[in-house]
């Protein structure tokens, strides 16, 4: 028979993720809600749009479905996960209360510093006047960054006094970003080639992916605004499984430990956005999910169930 199995989203990654879950002898239907013209191909789309939670509840329980894999962030911030365990429905993805590693900026700071991760120093502001007086523990240029979720809009390189205060009255007067740009943390900017790993993680343990290389700014040559990735590229050229056994080591399982301790345990992937300086790596952010464009290239190199 198979298990039935439920793709929530409708982007290149949940194509990536219904393609390789085609794969599977384990598995015998593969629904997508809402999925696209690619899942159609492979998959059953449900009518469902991906932050419906109450419409995805119920299709799980409508069509027997015995696993939901969840593609974006929204539907998990706003615990889509909780809410299927509830109703006894297996799902890949965290709780709300673990995806704060995503969704709160601030949080995830706060659980690298407990945890030891090494991570670019910040301060989190809610106010123009507290931004502009903490410029003075920065060089240039900085980093300004939405605390919550921003669909990869809410960072900003900045170089001067003028554009932070652009900047920070756009987000935390003029609310452009909404609730996501409540508190803005200021960051330092560091230098070095960005890489992307992704783990499966269960609460305890942590398996890494292939890493992989994204591109994120909008013009030619790595200028103009950061978006939420155009492109990306695996397995990245000098990484090898030693240099990834490392940051497993070094980066992920302490993180998936202290969330552990702190009663909400990761299960699903853990994504680190980290960027190789000449001190090591360091990490930017965290996603807790599967990152888009970074699947489409990751799963095709992924042997295995």
Do not use: Y
């Given at each position: 028979m198979g298990m039935r199995v439920l793709v929530v989203g409708g982007g290149a990654r949940e194509h990536a993720l219904v393609?390789?879950?085609?794969?599977?002898?384990?598995?015998?239907?593969?629904?997508?809600?809402?999925?696209?013209?690619g899942t159609a191909g492979l998959a059953t789309n449900l009518p469902v749009a991906a932050n419906d939670l109450d419409g995805i509840v119920a299709a799980a329980g409508r069509e027997r479905i015995d696993l939901v894999v969840i593609g974006p962030e929204e539907p998990l911030a706003r615990g889509l996960a909780d809410r299927l365990g509830a109703e006894g429905v297996l799902a890949f993805g965290p709780t709300a209360a673990a995806a704060r590693i995503e969704t709160s900026k601030s949080w995830a700071k706060d659980l690298l510093r407990e945890a030891g991760v090494p991570a670019a120093r910040s301060v989190a502001v809610t106010d123009v006047g507290s931004g502009m007086a903490a410029l003075a523990d920065f060089g240039w240029p900085l980093v300004l960054k939405a605390d919550g979720l921003a669909a990869g809009k809410g960072v900003?390189?900045?170089?001067?006094?003028?554009?932070?205060?652009?900047?920070?009255?756009?987000?935390?007067?003029?609310?452009?970003?909404?609730?996501?740009?409540?508190?803005?943390?200021?960051?330092?900017?560091?230098?070095?080639?960005?890489?992307?790993?992704?783990?499966?993680?269960?609460?305890?343990?942590?398996v890494c992916l292939a890493p992989a290389r994204?591109?994120?700014?909008?013009?030619?040559?790595?200028?103009?605004?950061?978006?939420?990735?155009?492109?990306?590229?695996?397995?990245?050229?000098?990484?090898?499984?030693?240099?990834?056994?490392?940051?497993?080591?070094?980066?992920?399982a302490p993180t998936v430990a202290t969330m552990a301790a702190r009663g909400c345990p990761m299960r699903g992937v853990l994504y680190a956005g980290l960027i190789l300086t000449d001190q090591g790596p360091v990490v930017l952010e965290y996603n807790a999910r599967f990152g888009d464009p970074e699947t489409q290239v990751i799963l095709p190199l992924l042997n295995g169930d």
């Open positions: 393609w390789k879950l085609a794969g599977s002898p384990r598995v015998g239907a593969i629904l997508c809600a809402p999925g696209n013209a900003v390189i900045v170089h001067d006094r003028e554009h932070v205060q652009t900047v920070l009255t756009a987000m935390l007067e003029d609310a452009v970003l909404g609730a996501a740009g409540q508190t803005v943390l200021i960051e330092e900017f560091l230098e070095g080639p960005e890489v992307s790993v992704l783990a499966f993680c269960d609460g305890e343990r942590v994204d591109a994120k700014r909008v013009g030619d040559g790595d200028t103009g605004p950061n978006t939420g990735g155009m492109g990306a590229f695996a397995p990245v050229p000098g990484l090898d499984g030693a240099w990834l056994a490392g940051i497993e080591l070094t980066i992920l």
